[in-house]
T-cell receptor, first 114, second 112 residues
Framework: DVKVTQSSRYLVKRTGEKVFLECVQD?????MFWYRQDPGLGLRLIYF???????EKGDIPEGYSVSREKKERFSLILESASTNQTSMYLC?????????????FGPGTRLTVL | SQKIEQNSEALNIQEGKTATLTCNYT??????LQWYRQDPGRGPVFLLL?????KEKRKERLKVTFDTTLKQSLFHITASQPADSATYLC???????????FGKGTHLIIQP
């Protein structure tokens, strides 16, 4: 079974802190994605990567950056956390470089920024 | 801009009946449409993919239709069970390396 793991289920940070969210997948998938999910707004794509060291902006990249140094690991970085970044963050991976392949999601990280 | 609409209010269905969920989209010509299930506190789980040239797809008690003229997909669960209660998300893509665009989801409640 494909497994996507995220470093923390719950995280509390203070405004201005640098925050790292880690995601690891164990199925050798090319594509990896970061979403945030908010009530009333649904799932929104922040960044995605279709290969090591490659990254593409999604719909809401402002305030975030990403890193993909190894194929299995995709990190989301909040350079200076703000309260409006309080959200559920979901990582996903999929096989190949085409977006129609099914995405496998991790359990999510609920981030609270105080 | 692209817009995807799903029933914003919860859908209450009696056990054993067919649940039908709607996904409408505008300003978009997706080549592929996917449906996901999400339980509280968990990530979405893939259910079905349908291509623009397919009218209908089935998997066990699930059926999806895709009408590119109406710009609509219908998701049916037949013989519904309380265990089918969850939020169901539709997602669209053109098929290239451009990611999925998700709807906000419909919360389905199957009552015993």
């Amino acid at each position: 079974d494909v497994k996507v793991t995220q470093s923390s289920r719950y995280l509390v940070k203070r405004t201005g802190e640098k925050v790292f969210l880690e995601c690891v997948q164990d199925m050798d998938h090319e594509n990896m994605f970061w979403y945030r999910q908010d009530p009333g707004l649904g799932l929104r794509l922040i960044y995605f990567s279709y290969d090591v060291k490659m990254k593409e902006k999604g719909d809401i990249p402002e305030g975030y950056s990403v890193s993909r140094e190894k194929k299995e690991r995709f990190s989301l970085i909040l350079e200076s956390a703000s309260t409006n970044q309080t959200s559920m963050y979901l990582c996903a991976s999929s096989l190949g470089t085409f977006s129609y392949n099914e995405q496998f999601f991790g359990p999510g990280t609920r981030l609270t920024v105080l | 801009s692209q817009k995807i609409e799903q029933n914003s209010e919860a859908l209450n269905i009696q056990e054993g009946k067919t649940a039908t969920l709607t996904c409408n989209y505008t300003n978009y010509s997706p080549a592929y449409l996917q449906w996901y299930r999400q339980d509280p506190g968990r990530g979405p789980v893939f259910l079905l993919l349908i291509r623009e040239n397919e009218k209908e797809k089935r998997k066990e008690r699930l059926k999806v239709t895709f009408d590119t003229t109406l710009k609509q997909s219908l998701f049916h669960i037949t013989a519904s069970q309380p265990a089918d209660s969850a939020t169901y998300l539709c997602a669209l893509t053109g098929g290239g390396a451009d990611g999925l665009t998700f709807g906000k989801g419909t919360h389905l409640i199957i009552q015993p």
